[in-house]
C-alpha cells in the first residue's frame, strides 16, 4: 500500500521560498504521476500542478511563475517549491498521487507565512 | 478555468437516511472526468468516486455517483456515523484541475 508523508518547515518568511518534500514509501515513484495540493480556509483546495519522473510538469497558471516541482528517484521523493511567498500561500499543503483523479493522499504539512 | 459549484453547503439528516449532493460545473465535463473525495476534521481527502461513477477501491456501495455534462450528484445511501463529513468534487477534464467548495454533510 502506497503511502505519502509531506515533510518540510511550518513557518517561511515573506518573499521567502517555500520547500516541500513528499517521500512515496510502500511503492516507486516511477512511472506515476504525482500532485500538490493546498487547502486554506479562504480559498478552500486549490490545485498547484503535477510532475512526473520524467521531469514533465503542468502548473496551475495562477501560481506558474513561482512553483518548480521536480523528481528525485534515488530517494522516492517529489518536491514542490514556491518562490516569493506572502501571507497567502499559508495553507494546509498536501501531496498525492495521480494527475487526474487523485488516489492516495498525504496526511499534509501546515506551511505559514509570517516574519 | 471550470467553475464547480456545490449544493446545498450544508445538509442536516439523521443517520440511516439519504444524502444528495449536487456539483455543477461552468463547462462541460467531457468523458465524465469528475471525482468525488470525503474529508472529515483533520484528515486528508479520501477518494470516493472518479469517473463521475466509479466506487475507489475500498468505498462501501452506499456511495453512489451520477450525472454528465455539467451536472453530477453524489448520493449516500443509509448514513452511517463515520458518513458525516466534508465531500468536495473535482474535475480533471482540464488543466487547472479544480474544486467544488464543499458540501459539509452533518447530523441533524
Known amino acids: 500500500q502506497v503511502q505519502l508523508q509531506e515533510s518540510g518547515p511550518g513557518l517561511v518568511k515573506p518573499s521567502e521560498t517555500l520547500s516541500l518534500t513528499c517521500t512515496v514509501s510502500?511503492?516507486?515513484?516511477?512511472?506515476?504521476?504525482w500532485t500538490w495540493i493546498r487547502q486554506s480556509p479562504g480559498k478552500g483546495l486549490e490545485w498547484i500542478g503535477y510532475v512526473y519522473n520524467s521531469g514533465t510538469t503542468n502548473y496551475n497558471p495562477s501560481l506558474k511563475s513561482r512553483v518548480i516541482m521536480s523528481v528525485d528517484m534515488s530517494k522516492n521523493q517529489f518536491s514542490l517549491n514556491l518562490s516569493s511567498v506572502t501571507a497567502a500561500d499559508t495553507a494546509l499543503y498536501y501531496c498525492?498521487?495521480?494527475?487526474?483523479?487523485?488516489?492516495?493522499w498525504g496526511q499534509g504539512t501546515m506551511v505559514t507565512v509570517s516574519s | 478555468d471550470i467553475v464547480l459549484t456545490q449544493s446545498p453547503g450544508t445538509l442536516s439528516l439523521s443517520p440511516g437516511e439519504t444524502a444528495t449532493l449536487s456539483c455543477r460545473s461552468s463547462q462541460s465535463v467531457s468523458s465524465n472526468y469528475l471525482a468525488w473525495y470525503q474529508q472529515k476534521p483533520g484528515q486528508a481527502p479520501r477518494l470516493l468516486i472518479y469517473?463521475?461513477?466509479s466506487r475507489a477501491t475500498g468505498i462501501p456501495d452506499r456511495f453512489s455517483g451520477g450525472g454528465s455534462g455539467t451536472d453530477f450528484t453524489l448520493t449516500i445511501s443509509r448514513l452511517e456515523p463515520e458518513d458525516f463529513a466534508v465531500y468536495y468534487c473535482?474535475?480533471?477534464?482540464?488543466?487547472?484541475?479544480?474544486f467544488g467548495q464543499g458540501t459539509k454533510v452533518e447530523i441533524k
Open positions: 473535482q474535475q480533471y477534464v482540464n488543466s487547472p484541475r479544480t
Open positions: 469517473g463521475a461513477s
Open positions: 510502500g511503492g516507486s515513484i516511477r512511472s506515476y504521476y
Open positions: 498525492a498521487s495521480g494527475a487526474t483523479k487523485l488516489d492516495i
